[in-house]
């Protein structure tokens, strides 16, 4: 039985204060929630509070990216021991925001899963496709590719591989798939997963759903027994809407 995970991307938003005082909010009042495992990933510059702010709670912290190197001359960049220091237990790496606007490649973040599966932190590997790609019939093309080419290699800690299913037209844009167009893709997912790792590593993985994820549509989503959870950006930046989303109702 695979246990749902609700992630809050929030992505260039929140200051360290702003951080700390949601961070704080979550932690009271997500307390009672034993049967949803629950992380945020704020930015950088506030993982250092909202560390300290999730204490000693059910709320696990991550970041939004890292470096695929440990240390070096990389200015700008953060390395995935900054990250564990802190107490990271997940990195999303390859959003699609990282791939449009900083160019960020599948061999790029194949080197990058490498990295944060060999320093045991998890990734939250996202993968979609664009508006285009779907309307023209080639979203399972791409899907594919993207998974061969970003897992190429990878075997040992494959299980601690998250996915995350985020077609790029619903990112940000009020845009949700249907619970049957996200379900048809994360059965896709799971059956390439057969195919090229195990059946075990299969039925195991966790698949998440994520594109304008929202209290009014997670329900329906969430009733989707291929879907293993939400990956929000928007509606984790409001303390009762990511409450909701983590205390979804299961029909
Ligand atoms: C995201 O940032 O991964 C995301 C899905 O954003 P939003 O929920 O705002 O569409």
Redesign the pocket.
């Known amino acids: 039985m695979r246990k749902h995970l609700i992630t809050g991307?929030w992505?260039m938003y929140k200051t360290p204060k702003q951080a700390k005082e949601l961070a704080q909010q979550l932690k009271t009042d997500l307390a009672d929630v034993k049967d949803v495992d629950i992380a945020i990933c704020p930015p950088f510059t506030a993982l250092p509070v909202v560390a300290e702010a999730i204490k000693g709670s059910n709320i696990e912290l991550g970041a939004q990216n890292m470096h695929y190197e440990t240390k070096g001359a990389f200015t700008g960049e953060i390395s995935p021991e900054f990250l564990l220091e802190l107490g990271c237990k997940y990195v999303?790496l390859g959003?699609?925001?990282r791939r449009q606007y900083f160019n960020e490649t599948d061999e790029l973040i194949n080197k990058k899963l490498m990295t944060a599966l060999k320093m045991n932190i998890s990734p939250i590997f996202?993968i979609g496709e664009k508006l285009s790609e779907r309307e023209s019939g080639k979203t399972f093309d791409i899907i594919k590719s993207q998974l061969n080419n970003g897992l190429a290699g990878i075997k040992e800690g494959i299980d601690k591989i998250i996915i995350?299913y985020?077609p790029i037209w619903?990112?940000?844009?009020g845009k949700t798939a249907t619970p049957k167009q996200a379900a048809e893709v994360h059965e896709y997912i799971r059956d390439w997963l057969k195919k090229n790792c195990s059946l075990k590593v299969a039925e195991e993985k966790r698949i998440l759903y994520?594109?304008?994820?929202k209290p009014d549509n997670i329900d329906e989503l969430m009733a989707e027994k291929e879907l293993d959870g939400a990956?929000?950006?928007?509606?984790?930046l409001e303390a009762l809407s990511f409450i909701r989303l983590v205390k979804f109702q299961k029909v």
């Not at 619903?170 to 844009?173: E, K, L, N, Q, V």
């Not at 994520?210 to 994820?213: A, C, K, Q």
């Open positions: 991307n992505k999303i959003h699609s925001e996202c995350a985020e619903a990112i940000g844009t994520g594109g304008s994820v990956l929000v950006g928007g509606a984790s």
